[in-house]
């Protein structure tokens, strides 16, 4: 919980993003519900992002697999994850780079402590690893 309401505070600090309160349930192709733990709006635009929070624990490969094409689905391509470390970060982006070969996405990952050490992406942004 801390680490979804951590996150929620660098979105609307540092990446320049609104916090939608009522998460929307996506129905995907395969009948399955896709609940994001985090929905922002980039402010000044009605650009909707979903966003995964991380923590480095062991989970599930299958789910984990499942949960990246998931996301794949219901975001039409749009990754965002917010991990804890670099470390996590480095170990969440191989995995969804294997999750999703043969998708067409786009990729935007962050962590929180480069991200407190004012580390920024290539564009400035939040997003440290773009894809």
């Known amino acids: 919980t801390f680490l979804n309401l951590r996150t929620m505070d660098i979105l609307e600090e ?3 993003y609104a916090i939608v309160v009522q998460a929307p349930e996506v129905t995907l192709p395969n009948g399955s519900l896709f609940i994001p733990d985090i929905v922002a709006r980039k402010n000044g635009t009605e650009e909707i992002i979903y966003v995964e929070v991380e923590r ?15 996301l794949c689905s219901a975001s039409s391509g749009q990754i965002y994850v917010v991990c804890d470390t670099k470390r996590t970060l480095k170990a969440l982006a191989s ?11 786009s990729s935007h990952l962050t962590n929180l ?9 290539k564009d400035g942004s939040m997003w440290i690893y773009q894809r």
Not at 57 to 67: A, I, L, M, P, S
Not at 95 to 105: C, Q, R, V
Not at 113 to 121: D, Y
């Open 56 to 70: 480095g624990t062991g989970k599930d490969t299958g789910y984990r697999v499942q949960k990246w094409i998931n």
């Open 95 to 105: 995995e969804i780079n294997s999750a999703l070969a043969g998708f067409t996405y």
């Open 14 to 16: 540092v990446g320049d």
């Open 113 to 121: 402590e480069e991200l407190q050490a004012k580390k920024r992406g």
